[in-house]
T-cell receptor
Framework: EADIYQTPRYLVIGTGKKITLECSQTMGHDKMYWYQQDPGMELHLIHYSYGVNSTEKGDLSSESTVSRIRTEHFPLTLESARPSHTSQYLC?????????FGPGTRLLVL | GESVGLHLPTLSVQEGDNSIINCAYSNSASDYFIWYKQESGKGPQFIIDIRSNMDKRQGQRVTVLLNKTVKHLSLQIAATQPGDSAVYFCAERRGSSNTGKLIFGQGTTLQVKP
């Protein structure tokens, strides 16, 4: 099992709040990714990083932002949460070809 | 736009039978494919992968077949067990990108009947 962690696992929050979803990996992987996934649906890439101080937007437009100050840490921030942000957010990392996923954060914005 | 897709949203099989989950992709430049298993409330779990220079790869109880002529990928699970119940996604890497970006299909839900 891959050593990649996400917190919180579940989050219920009101509209307008600022939130940060945490993702950490202990494998020393240089590449990290954030996906958004609605229940039972495919994963959509929203952010990725090749390494420290490198971040790029993914294929799905997102109002969230990310940072990569340390190799092992790739947090995602929503400055002002809205009900349309309700979804599952999955973090992944890779060194070569395959990606290893964390358990995800289920976000509900009321 | 182009996407990786699966033929059936749901597949129901009897415990002990073999399962075959299919995936069609549209980009002939894709050079690497992965199958993931996602159980309820969890992140996707790597099952097996295959490069485009291969047409078959076997793991423990799982086999992936790649047919580049018709751009088709399949996952075969032998002697399906209740623990195999999950959503299965195929994913492809397009071209020689070193970003590691993957494109995911829509997923097939495998239901195993006891």
């Amino acid at each position: 099992e891959a050593d990649i962690y996400q917190t919180p696992r579940y989050l219920v929050i009101g509209t307008g709040k600022k939130i940060t979803l945490e993702c950490s990996q202990t494998m020393g992987h240089d590449k990290m990714y954030w996906y958004q996934q609605d229940p039972g649906m495919e994963l959509h890439l929203i952010h990725y990083s090749y390494g420290v101080n490198s971040t790029e937007k993914g294929d799905l437009s997102s109002e969230s932002t990310v940072s990569r100050i340390r190799t092992e840490h790739f947090p995602l921030t929503l400055e002002s949460a809205r009900p349309s942000h309700t979804s599952q957010y999955l973090c992944a990392s890779s060194k070569g070809l395959g990606q290893y996923f964390g358990p995800g954060t289920r976000l509900l914005v009321l | 736009g182009e996407s990786v897709g699966l033929h059936l949203p749901t597949l129901s099989v009897q415990e002990g039978d073999n399962s075959i989950i299919n995936c069609a992709y549209s980009n002939s430049a894709s050079d690497y494919f992965i199958w993931y298993k996602q159980e309820s409330g969890k992140g996707p779990q790597f099952i097996i992968d295959i490069r485009s220079n291969m047409d078959k790869r076997q793991g423990q109880r799982v086999t992936v077949l790649l047919n580049k002529t018709v751009k088709h990928l399949s996952l075969q699970i032998a002697a399906t067990q209740p623990g195999d119940s999950a959503v299965y996604f195929c994913a492809e890497r397009r071209g020689s990108s070193n970003t590691g970006k993957l494109i995911f299909g829509q997923g097939t839900t495998l239901q195993v009947k006891p």
